[in-house]
T-cell receptor
């Protein structure tokens, strides 16, 4: 199993550009989520999904869109990039939605917005 | 809402020293508690967890006990190695059916030979 994969690993954007961060998992997990990691801030939840066709907002959703058309994929879209979105983005997935299970994290995408 | 507080600042210690990282939480209900570790340039991986009060999670010599009375989940290791150098995050999970994780800010641990 590849686990959770993310592409690209690195990306540089100009202010106002849009892009999609890709996330895929091959573990048949119902739950998937996106976090951003900023220095001294820990990880903050952007959006999450408890199954195909179901998404919801996390702690910091503004400026981001998500969709979940399949169990495997959970892309994160930046609509109009801003310097405040410079961060490291992590996708995660887990089995079930009980809250007791481990979340598996991808390797991250480091995004710089100029 | 749910929140996690970790002790401030990086932790630097010598090999074979005792490590403690404090973690306290605020939550409604009975959350599950986790410690995740992040090695340089990598994503997070689960170190240990506890899903109910008085449970002790353990892995790779690390331990943490879920203390409901003090709302704490402190991480300990009796003898650290250079390979334990990493960032450690305490987190809690909402058990309301959506798996949301709330993270502490993390602690950088540097172990000197």
């Amino acid at each position: 199993n590849a686990g959770v994969t993310q592409t690209p690993k690195f990306q540089v954007l100009k202010t106002g550009q849009s892009m999609t961060l890709q996330c895929a998992q091959d573990m048949n997990h119902e739950y998937m989520s996106w976090y951003r990691q900023d220095p001294g801030m820990g990880l903050r939840l952007i959006h999450y999904s408890v199954g195909a066709g179901i998404t919801d907002q996390g702690e910091v959703p503004n400026g981001y869109n998500v969709s979940r058309s399949t169990t495997e994929d959970f892309p994160l879209r930046l609509l109009s990039a801003a310097p405040s979105q410079t961060s490291v983005y992590f996708c995660a997935s887990s089995y079930g939605t009980s809250g007791k299970n481990e979340q598996f994290f991808g390797p991250g995408t480091r995004l710089t917005v100029l | 809402g749910n929140s996690v507080t970790q002790m401030e600042g990086p932790v630097t210690l010598s090999e074979e020293a005792f490590l403690t990282i404090n973690c306290t939480y605020t939550a409604t209900g009975y959350p599950s508690l986790f410690w995740y570790v992040q090695y340089p340039g990598e994503g997070l991986q689960l170190l240990l967890k506890a899903t109910k009060a008085d449970d002790k999670g353990s892995n790779k010599g690390f331990e943490a006990t879920y203390r409901k009375e003090t709302t704490s989940f402190h991480l300990e290791k009796g003898s650290v190695q250079v390979s334990d150098s990493a960032v450690y995050f305490c987190a809690l999970s909402d058990r309301g059916g959506n798996n949301r994780l709330a993270f502490g800010k993390g602690n950088q641990v540097v172990v000197i030979p």
